[in-house]
């Protein structure tokens, strides 16, 4: 059974940073892994995407702050969040998308933005 383990959320300063870490188990073959988020109120959406060939996609709301980075060998992706907002304010959620249309999610971290 894959799973996905989270670690990193926290509160934070408005303009500090934190680093998201997302361990991978049982995972012999990927598509891409990335960070989703989701605040109170809203649907769940994408924050950074990374192929397995180390391809790059991430919301035009983190771009220049957020960066997605991944350890091929032991299956962890990170996501460190630089210069945060209030509006960044959410339960941030790793996914694995693997062959076959196969799909997982972590149990979400609390991230939250303020003074």
């Known amino acids: 059974q894959v799973q996905l383990v989270e670690s990193g959320g926290g509160l934070v300063q408005p303009g500090g940073s934190l680093r998201l870490s997302c361990a991978a188990s049982?995972?012999?073959?990927?598509?891409?892994m990335g960070w989703y988020r989701q605040a109170p109120g809203k649907e769940r959406e994408v924050v950074a995407i990374?192929?397995?060939?180390?391809?790059?996609n991430y919301a035009d709301s983190v771009k220049g702050r957020f960066t997605i980075s991944r350890d091929g060998a032991n299956n962890t992706v990170y996501l460190q969040m630089n210069s945060l907002k209030p509006e960044d304010t959410a339960v941030y959620y790793c996914?694995?998308?693997?062959?076959?249309?196969?799909?997982?999610w972590g149990q979400g971290t609390q991230v939250t933005v303020s003074s």
């Open positions: 996914k694995a998308k693997l062959p076959l249309n196969r799909t997982y």
């Open positions: 049982r995972i012999f073959s990927l598509n891409y």
């Open positions: 990374i192929s397995s060939a180390g391809n790059t």
